[in-house]
């Protein structure tokens, strides 16, 4: 703007007649405008140096931008002696429809993989498992994925879900973006500005939910440094990318997700220790969201409170709300990563973990624990007769089987484990017979 204010000036421009063309400049070519006053600002630089021609231009009476969103009668209020409707809650009754959130978390922790899945739930009218999900339409910008991993990763989803594909198809837009220019922001003379796929994405985005028929619930974005055009540990360049996602959120009416990578010292902490600093980069991130929530991999300490062993520990995904400030903050889930070898995918399938304050003595314990950890390294493989086939002194569970038949009892009642008619893939995957028709599985959904 100062560049072309003083290509004005040289040409013998009157002041009135710059800042006439310099606010409509602003209007036609800076995304986002800056503000009318700031123009103005700039305008009044090196006045001094302007002996000044006249030109025929209309008469300038700029009406102040600030106008447009601070009118007087918007600041007034009107208060109420009765509460207002239940807030409406698109995702972990934590983040609320119009508003931008973070969800953080190592590389390779099924951050994507979790959004993909409330997606197709959302379009679904499903939860996953106790985690709520609204139902509505969905646009997800995966910039780390093409369109043939976008594809599989759908499909798997799909098909472990028994999702309605019709409404998946009609309901969720997904763009396999990998190697595409998804920058939200850019830098311009060292100032962030917007660039103009935040409005292109909110003109999708009305698009489809009007041709979709649902409400738009859910917009996503993998990953911030693939949208940010800057420095993400610079707190100027984060708060820019953060205003024009929340514009997207408040123009479409959608939860906006930034997915963002943790730093690598994160891996050494507890499950207790990880909070909201553990996003990488500025505490903008967090700062200027509405709601934010971290993903790891479940930690040493967690696997024994949980019976689940150091080996299988890497399988189970740990999910928490770190802020939220449209709902009490806090609250987690665990997560199971399940393998479909034909799809060659791993999805998330929400767990219910029961911690070691359930068994009294330490020999029901040991056999509760030796049952739980049998039935998680063959998820949806071992049937009743299996674990039994086990007992004996010389077995696997080291009981009898009356003291199995009885621990299995006592745990579907406690609802530490269920029965359940095994999947098509189960059966291929553990060569079940056609004799088995009900297995024991862990960690009730």
Same mark, same amino acid.
């Given at each position: ?5 003083? =290509? ?200 489809? $939910? ?24 610079? $707190? ?18 959608? $939860? ?149 038949? =009885? ?39």
């Amino acid at each position: 703007m100062l560049q072309y204010i003083g =290509h004005l000036r040289r040409r013998g421009l009157r002041e009135q007649e710059i800042e006439f063309l310099a606010l409509a400049i602003n209007d036609a070519q800076f995304s986002p405008p800056l503000d009318a006053n700031e123009v103005l600002d700039i305008c009044s630089r090196y006045r001094h140096q302007n002996p000044g021609i006249s030109i025929a231009l209309p008469v300038l009476n700029p009406k102040p931008r600030y106008s447009e969103h601070f009118d007087p009668q918007k600041g007034e209020l009107k208060i109420s002696t009765t509460p207002p409707p239940k807030r409406n809650y698109v995702f972990s009754n934590q983040v609320t429809f119009g508003t931008m959130c973070v969800l953080g978390g190592s590389g390779g922790v099924s951050k994507t993989m979790l959004t993909m899945q409330m997606a197709i739930a959302s379009a679904c009218g499903k939860n996953l498992g106790d985690i709520q999900v609204a139902q509505g339409s969905s646009l997800l910008f995966l910039g780390e994925e093409d369109e043939s991993e976008r594809d599989r990763r759908i499909g798997a989803i799909c098909t472990h879900m028994g999702a309605d594909h019709q409404l998946v198809e009609e309901r969720v837009k997904c763009f396999g973006a990998a190697g595409i220019d998804i920058r939200l922001t850019k830098k311009i003379d060292a100032n962030a500005q917007a660039t103009n796929l935040g409005d292109k994405v909110i003109l999708m985005a009305k698009e489809h $939910a009007t041709q979709s028929g649902v409400p738009l619930g859910i917009i996503a974005f993998d990953h911030a440094r693939l949208v940010l055009g800057g420095n993400p540990n610079d $707190a100027e360049d984060v708060t820019q990318l953060t205003r024009v996602l929340t514009h997207i959120a408040r123009e479409t009416g959608a $939860a906006v997700f930034l997915l963002a990578h943790s730093p690598k010292s994160v891996i050494s902490k507890q499950g207790n220790e990880i909070n909201s600093a553990d996003i990488a980069g500025s505490s903008a991130f967090v700062d200027n969201s509405r709601a934010s929530f971290m993903m790891w991999t479940m930690r040493d300490d967690e696997a024994k409170n949980h019976h689940v062993s150091s080996t299988e520990r890497s399988e189970y995904v740990r999910l928490e709300n770190v802020k939220a400030n449209y709902a009490r903050n806090g609250g987690g889930y665990w997560l199971k990563r399940v393998y479909m070898p034909d799809w060659d995918v791993a999805v998330l399938e929400p767990v219910y973990l029961q911690s070691k304050s359930l068994f009294q003595t330490k020999g029901t314990s040991d056999l509760h624990y030796k049952i739980l950890c049998e039935l998680r390294r063959k998820h949806g493989g071992v049937s009743e007769r299996r674990l039994r086939d086990m007992a004996g002194k010389d077995g696997a569970l080291g009981a009898s089987d009356s003291k199995v038949r =009885h621990a299995i009892d006592v745990m579907l009642e406690e609802g530490v484990i269920e029965r359940r008619t095994p999947t098509s893939e189960e059966k291929k995957l553990h060569k079940l017979s056609g004799q088995v028709r009900e297995v024991l599985v862990s960690c009730t959904p």
